[in-house]
């Protein structure tokens, strides 16, 4: 097929995620290798975001692919309740790489899944109900992730299920608890106190967060605060739940963003990364109290393609890769590079105002004016910002937007050389929100 014939047949019979189907007008990509892809015309783009943070050692990885095509010839399926060598495998090597007594996974199709089993499993273990998180976050398109999530994103699923309630972060849109880091985590936790208060503790299950902020900030939390956090909930016997979905397996430059404090989550939820995104796959990781709860009550969660070997083998090659190839190491050692590249890019542009990067885990914020006002309103986006993101790509960068933020997200595998290529594209067209700056 031309790239006119896919796209028509694609609108035709297919549904795309978060659009309104009429105003779509979707990329093709045919090929893709390392920190690139291509469309169907041949046209190289810079792989920016990682897709959906996802594509973390970079594209179509030879290991990767050669591991699937092996498994294939062996074994593509077989029903959950069965042993297989790459469940086995994939076991043992997240119980090498996961921090404490992490050493047992339920697998899922992604982490969406891998956040409902925490649900379940948060509820089970401790016979309470009811679940925290924050208003900046999200979790998951299926029904009980959207309850979690805090962004506009749940509004069309509400109302939703019962039980979930939602908290500020220490970060919220519109202010801050305080100036410093030691200011913000003491305000926010007293805050989070009363809310537990408020609530009944013995009614509160788990906290869910993202320990560093994903698609609402890419934020990291203030210095103490997650121990904090631990500290306020593991007192009133709630647990920490760390969706790791997006910024685990070497985004943020450690394995797993929680370990940038001094901290190990009750529950670990992981996808993306864990293969890179040669397959689905999720696997919801638990400290060994909470795995042995079950030696006697049933673990009351399935589903059909749990633990699929396919996917497991991507996994095993994935996190392999990650390991052996030093990918986690390079996202540490370029977080400053990025730093620089940003740094550059907002003392040249003025709608460039606050810019940040955990890792290649990064985002520019942009701003319409001298006081530092967001470009746009929460839940709002600016013509300038999608017309922006078109240019990037006419010039071959793709990369995402958020309102007023734009993504910087690239395969782990990248080098400097190419970053500084990715932010040369950036500095030719951020004139485009330049011109709307009001002064």
Not at 304 to 323: C, D, F, N
């Amino acid at each position: 097929m031309d790239a006119e014939q896919i796209v028509e047949l694609c609108k035709r019979h297919t549904v795309f995620s978060w659009a309104a189907q009429g105003k779509i007008n979707p990329l093709t990509v045919d090929r893709a290798k390392g920190i690139y892809f291509w469309d169907k015309s041949g046209k190289r783009y810079i792989d920016f975001n990682s897709q959906l943070m996802c594509v973390n050692i970079g594209h179509n990885h030879p290991k990767v692919v050669a591991a699937i095509k092996a498994q294939a010839d062996k074994l593509v399926f077989s029903w959950p309740g069965s042993a297989t060598e790459p469940r086995a495998r994939l076991g043992k090597l997240l119980s090498e790489i996961c921090p404490a007594d992490i050493d047992k996974f339920f697998f899922t199709n992604g982490g969406a899944e891998c956040n409902e089993a925490a649900i379940k499993i948060a509820r089970l273990y401790t016979g309470r109900h009811k679940i925290l998180s924050y208003y900046r976050s999200y979790h998951g398109g299926t029904h009980g992730a959207m309850q979690l999530t805090g962004d506009p994103r749940r509004w069309a699923t509400e109302p939703g299920a019962p039980g979930f309630v939602k908290v500020m972060n220490p970060y919220p849109y519109r202010y801050r608890f305080g100036s410093s880091d030691e200011e913000i985590t003491e305000n926010n936790i007293r805050y989070l106190s009363e809310v537990i208060d408020y609530e009944g503790p013995q009614n509160i299950a788990a906290m869910f967060i993202e320990p560093v902020l994903g698609t609402n900030g890419i934020q990291a939390p203030p210095k103490g605060y997650l121990e904090a956090l631990r500290d306020l909930l593991h007192s009133h016997g709630i647990l920490l739940v760390a969706d790791e979905v997006m910024a685990g397996f070497g985004r943020t430059g450690k394995w797993f963003s929680h370990q940038h404090a001094d901290v190990v989550p009750d529950l670990m939820c992981m996808a993306k990364g864990l293969t890179s995104a040669h397959l689905p796959l999720g696997a919801l990781g638990m400290r060994a109290k909470i795995a042995q709860h079950f030696d006697d009550n049933v673990f009351s969660a399935g589903l059909t393609y749990s633990s699929h070997a396919m996917s497991l083998a991507a996994g095993i090659a994935a996190v392999e890769a990650t390991r052996d190839e030093g990918y986690v190491d390079n996202a540490a050692r370029m977080e400053e590079v990025m730093r620089t590249h940003m740094r550059e890019l907002a003392a040249k542009h003025p709608s460039v105002g606050s810019y940040r990067a955990t890792g290649l885990f990064g985002a520019l914020e942009l701003q319409k004016n001298a006081a530092g006002d967001p470009l746009s309103g929460y839940n709002e986006t600016h013509p300038a910002v999608p017309k922006l993101i078109r240019a990037l790509l006419e010039k071959g960068l793709f990369t995402l937007s958020h309102w007023n933020m734009i993504f910087c997200n690239p395969p782990l595998c990248i080098n400097e050389e190419q970053l500084g290529e990715s932010f040369k594209l950036l500095d030719d067209c951020l004139a485009i929100t330049d011109d709307v700056y009001e002064g």
